[in-house]
């Protein structure tokens, strides 16, 4: 092989080294603006060419209830389907009218589910000298379940003693809910208190890191998502004396979570 060719060949394989150093270098590039790596910084709240101290601040405030909700309804059972649904129609209207005498409006009311399903019986019979089970239709059962709204705590008691009494038998009772009717005026507090245990939280993580804290670079406020939690609530049966129904509403938790980034200074 001449030197002009070996020249070449040479010439060659340095320009397919070099092309391929480059198309790492922009793969590389390319990578890190992928979506997934800045989603990821997103998620975070914190920008990858920076550093800090991250926390996340919180609050509770601790409130009596004044509101509940109710989930309950009536299930009747028949040999025919008009029969059953007749029977669950009659107690859930009787149901829905003594809730109108306590005082509750119909945008209280909602119906939550209403279902007709077959009541079948598991029988055995004898089939040329063979024994074998078969379902046998024996009925069917309907339920009218809803949510009610009661705002007035006072006389709770008694009037899920009278709704309860109303529907008879075929009272269906699935739980009761404690709450809040309007949040929006404790979310001031509990911003206050969210950003103030942010920042004891960073100065804390500065102090024990030996690093000087700067300011606040992001702020992520979840406000819209405050969350209420339930620290008691009892619904106890009634008594063979028929007391009233003893309902305790307990407490109930107001939370919120704050997001902050702070600089590190040099």
Do not use: H
């Not at 103030?196 to 690093?211: F, N, P, R």
């Not at 339930?230 to 704050?258: H, K, Q, W």
Request: some cysteine.
């Amino acid at each position: 092989m001449n030197m002009s060719k070996l020249l070449l060949l040479f010439t060659l394989l340095l320009s397919g080294l070099v092309a391929i150093g480059c198309d790492s270098a922009s793969t590389e590039k390319l990578y890190d603006k992928t979506p997934k790596v800045r989603s990821e910084f997103a998620g975070k709240g914190f920008p990858s060419n920076e550093s800090g101290i991250i926390v996340t601040g919180n609050s509770t405030i601790e409130l009596k209830p004044d509101m509940a909700t109710l989930s309950l309804g009536v299930e009747s059972s028949a040999s025919t389907v008009s029969e059953a649904r007749n029977n669950a129609s009659g107690s859930i209207n009787n149901m829905l009218n003594v809730m109108r005498q306590a005082g509750i409006d119909d945008e209280d009311i909602q119906t939550t589910s209403f279902n007709i399903y077959p009541q079948y019986e598991y029988i055995e019979i004898r089939d040329d000298g063979r024994v074998r089970g078969v379902q046998e239709l024996t009925g069917f059962t309907v339920s009218n379940m809803v949510t009610i709204t009661i705002n007035n705590l006072e006389d709770i008691g008694e009037i899920i003693d009278k709704i309860t009494d109303a529907g008879g038998n075929d009272v269906r009772f699935n739980g009761i809910n404690f709450g809040i009717q309007d949040p929006v005026p404790y979310q001031s507090d509990l911003r206050k208190l969210a950003i103030e245990d942010g920042i004891s939280k960073a100065s804390q993580l500065a102090e024990y890191s030996g690093v000087k804290l700067g300011r606040i670079t992001m702020i992520a406020d979840y406000s819209s998502q405050t969350s209420i939690s339930s620290d008691i609530g009892v619904f106890t049966e009634r008594s063979m004396a028929m007391a009233s129904t003893n309902i305790n509403p307990g407490s109930l938790n107001l939370s919120m979570r704050i997001d902050m980034v702070f600089q590190i200074e040099d």
